[in-house]
């Protein structure tokens, strides 16, 4: 059974850090690209970042410069560090891999 599991998130005032972990099981994770979106209150799910089986990365043009993805195989863990964070950035964080999703983890940016 895949699971993905999201932690990290939390209150922190504009401009602070946070970082995201998402511990997957169930799946080969070194061959899998993982990804994390978004969602903000009332909107829909959006891309953040993505990091291949490579360790190439892919960010959002609106978190670029912000956010670092990155993975530890030898741990089925994946990695969001975000920086200068913005209440904009308030949403819930979802960790994927193909059709597989975690429940998410809160993130408030307060201003």
């Known amino acids: 059974q895949v699971q993905l599991v999201e932690s990290g998130g939390g209150l922190v005032p504009a401009g602070g850090s946070l970082r995201l972990s998402c511990a997957a099981s169930?799946?080969?994770?070194?061959?899998?690209?993982m990804a994390w979106f978004r969602q903000a209150p009332g909107r829909e799910r959006v891309f953040v970042a993505r990091i291949a089986t490579s360790f190439s990365e892919h960010y959002a043009d609106d978190v670029n410069g912000r956010v670092t993805i990155s993975r530890d195989n030898a741990k089925n863990t994946v990695y969001l560090q975000m920086n200068k964070l913005e209440p904009a950035d308030t949403a819930v964080y979802y960790c994927n891999t193909n059709t597989y999703w975690g429940k998410g983890t809160q993130v408030t940016v307060s201003s």
């Open positions: 169930g799946i080969a994770f070194a061959l899998k690209p």
